[in-house]
């Protein structure tokens, strides 16, 4: 119990150490991102259906963040748009 406790505590305070080293820009676009994504999510229907502003926008946002941020991103381009199958 106290190690996954001392685990928990390392995590926060070296992600919070990355977090001191980057810009406010690339958090700003990061929770602009963000938000956007949990907008769509919040739409009433079963399946949050993505219409083409919602895409252009991520699209134009995720552009914007740092290539080390853009590799974790959980959406990906489907094969058909010229992404890689996983």
Known sequence: MSV???YLILV???SWLVLLGRSSASK???LLV???EVAVLRRT???PRWDWAD???LAALI???PRALRTHRR???APSCGGTAA
């Open 55 to 57: 895409r252009a926008v």
């Open 28 to 30: 700003n676009i990061e």
């Open 75 to 77: 959406s990906r381009p």
């Open 34 to 36: 963000l938000r956007h």
């Open 12 to 14: 926060r305070v070296c």
């Open 45 to 47: 229907q079963p399946k």
């Open 4 to 6: 996954r406790l001392l």
């Open 63 to 65: 552009r914007l963040l």
